[in-house]
């Protein structure tokens, strides 16, 4: 067997790592970063995360606390993780984040009443960026995200001025988090199956695809669906119920169909599966779907959160993501400071956020997206700043942005980002007094954040990601 000098790979993953950087500046990768994705079941998601920030800026108002309400309406996030997770495990996914939130808002008031050295904060920051990110992966968090609990612990920073101010802190957050939290699982009691029921039409909807086109791609993608609906269903706690039963029914016919489409397309059972699903979209706390018996196969066993989230801590993927965003959080600040920009915890979020893909290709338009949405959003900061708001009126205006971010965020992050600026400035300002020329710091920070978040990403690159050349080639 013939052994290849070392030169050979070293040369192949530096051209693997220039093609990376020539993507990210293509025109087709700028366009793809503007691509708005369908969507559905957007509004009841919306308006509770936009429920629970109004009643925490209300009560911090009434209460005379407004330059607490900001960490507050940090602590309702949680409203906004777990999106569509069936309401037992929303419990425990939306608790966890909770509970971290807490954790990183008394870790950043400790580190701000202790008076560290910038250089120190970021450190640590860039450290506690890369253990979120760690986190939230290993546990399958969806939502806004590890840069959340960063953004709360920085406020946190930011707001604490001696060790007297660690306890209001974490009691502004924790109050934020049960409202969030009793935000979202509110609906449980109205609608028990409503994620179930979402999720199997989702399905229904996937798998009517097929009659319309005969792509590989589309096969995967209801196959997709049918296991997602599969495992919503098994963590419903209902598995008696006889709804459920009806769901199950339905899944497995769709399932059946999927799985037998290359050499049976049986059309027929695939238009009695699509007749359903506009059924299933109601708002309703459970119907009768006549026809539908269910069958006598069991359900997947669920998943159990923590013991299966411990496990994926070990995983060697894991460990290697959150160490590249700790690189690059930590790379990010530091040139901030070094160049003597005023908010270097910002760049470092800036990186933070543009490294949440999944892949290079992923990552690339996330920052561009986070990029062009700062752009826009900056200017609208500026104005809203200028316009020297009261309490009130800024409680309104973030609501208004916040409820707006819910609603296109799974559209495109860049209009999340247009509308994420203004209000991330607004919330800021609760607390300390601001001026317009943060908007523009802001763009600066996120600039450099994001420019180094891809540099890190294409040098670090693995081999076998190589969605960004197919994309391109396309």
């Known amino acids: 067997m013939q052994v290849l000098p070392r030169c050979v790979p070293d040369s192949s993953r530096l051209a693997h790592c220039r093609t990376a950087l020539k993507h990210s500046v293509t ?20 308006i509770r995360v936009g429920a629970a920030t109004a009643l925490v800026l209300v009560l911090g108002g009434l209460l005379g606390h407004g330059n607490l309400a900001g960490l507050g309406a940090l602590g309702a996030l949680t409203a906004a993780f777990g999106r569509y997770e069936p309401y037992p495990q929303l419990a425990r996914k ?8 807490v954790v990183y808002v008394a870790a950043g008031a400790l580190l701000g009443a202790a008076g560290w050295a910038v250089w120190w904060q970021i450190a640590l920051m860039s450290v506690a960026a890369g253990a979120a990110a760690w986190l939230l992966t290993a546990f399958r968090i969806a939502g806004p995200g590890p840069v959340i609990l960063i953004f709360a612990a920085t406020a946190a920073v930011g707001y604490a001025r001696n060790f ?10 924790a109050g934020g988090v049960v409202v969030g939290w009793l935000a979202v699982m ?20 996937a798998v009517s695809e097929l009659g319309r086109e005969c792509e590989g791609e589309t096969l995967t993608l209801a196959r997709r669906a049918v296991d997602r609906a599969w495992e919503v269903l098994a963590h419903t706690g209902r598995r008696q119920d006889a709804h459920v039963r009806q769901l199950s029914a339905l899944l497995a016919d769709a399932e059946t169909v999927v799985e037998r489409w290359t ?12 007749e359903y699903e506009s ?29 299966d989230g411990m496990r994926r801590l070990r995983s060697r993927d894991a460990a290697v993501t959150a160490a590249r965003i700790a690189v690059a959080a930590l790379l990010a600040g530091c040139f901030c400071l070094t160049v003597e920009l005023e908010h270097p915890l910002w760049a470092s979020m800036g990186a933070m956020a543009a490294m949440q893909g999944m892949t290079f290709s992923q990552t690339v338009q996330r920052g561009i997206q986070r990029l062009t949405g700062n752009l826009a959003g900056a200017v609208l900061a500026a104005a809203l700043i200028a316009a020297a708001l009261g309490y009130w009126q800024t409680v309104v205006v973030i609501v208004v942005l916040q409820t707006a971010t819910e609603l296109v965020v799974i559209r495109n992050y860049g209009f999340a980002s247009v ?35 891809v540099i890190v990403s294409a040098v670090a690159i693995s081999r076998t990601d190589d969605h960004h050349v197919s994309r391109s080639s396309a």
């Open 164 to 173: 007297s101010d660690v306890g209001p802190a974490v009691a502004a957050v």
């Open 186 to 205: 509110t609906p449980y009691f109205f609608l028990p199956l409503g994620p179930a029921r979402l999720a199997v039409a989702r399905a229904l909807a």
């Open 419 to 453: 509308v994420i600026t203004p209000m991330a400035l607004l919330l800021t300002g609760l607390g300390s007094a601001v001026t317009p020329g943060i908007a523009v710091s802001r763009v600066i920070d996120t600039l450099v954040g994001v420019v180094i978040g």
């Open 27 to 46: 025109p087709a990768t700028w366009r793809r970063a503007l691509e708005v994705h369908p969507v559905d079941a957007t509004i009841a998601p919306a």
């Open 279 to 307: 059924e299933l979209r109601k708002v309703k706390r459970r119907s009768v779907l006549p026809g539908v018996e269910g069958p006598d196969r069991d359900l997947p066993a669920p998943g159990r959160f923590l013991p």
């Open 263 to 274: 050499s049976d397309r049986d059309c027929a059972t695939l238009h009695t599966l699509a």
């Open 94 to 101: 939306a608790g966890f984040v909770g509970i971290a939130l």
